[in-house]
């Protein structure tokens, strides 16, 4: 039973989330449809897209990228609005999910380098700015 609340508490997304899907099988009982729904091909490139993203960080590619605009952007606001125009840009040519997934973890790492608490700001903007297009 113990292990089973240190889960909870260490995963709380994954337990509502398992949660909720569970309720939504009483609302919208499970059927042969139901494999249907899933679609495997954006599944498959979500998960190769955050591979990607997971290797480029562990060799260092965004520790450098990091370091290259916080030399170049002299305050907090500038980096902020760098990332957040960067998102607004790059979701033009990609979808909004994969600007996220490439550029919000640039941003973790960016203003954790700069020691700034306004992390969430940030991200809600970039958010933002990728609905938009």
């Known amino acids: 039973m113990s292990k089973a609340i240190k889960f909870t508490k260490d995963q709380p997304v994954l337990v509502i ?8 099988m ?5 059927d042969s449809g139901y494999s249907g729904y899933i679609n495997r091909t954006v599944l498959i490139q979500l998960f190769s897209l955050m591979t990607a993203i997971a290797g480029l960080k562990s060799i260092g590619v965004f ?16 980096l902020g609005q760098v990332f957040v125009l960067i998102c607004f840009f ?10 996220l997934l490439t550029f919000v973890p ?3 790492l960016a203003l954790k380098k700069a020691d700034q608490k306004s992390v969430i700001l940030i991200v809600v903007l970039e958010t933002a700015a990728t609905m938009v297009t």
């Not at 009483?26 to 499970?30: C, M």
């Open 63 to 78: 520790e450098r990228a990091t370091d290259a605009l916080l030399t170049r952007a002299s305050t907090v606001r500038r």
């Open 26 to 30: 009483f609302i919208v009982p499970p």
């Open 106 to 108: 640039i941003t973790l």
């Open 17 to 24: 989330a398992f949660i909720a899907a569970v309720v939504t």
């Open 90 to 99: 790059t979701s033009m040519l990609v979808t909004n999910d994969v600007a």
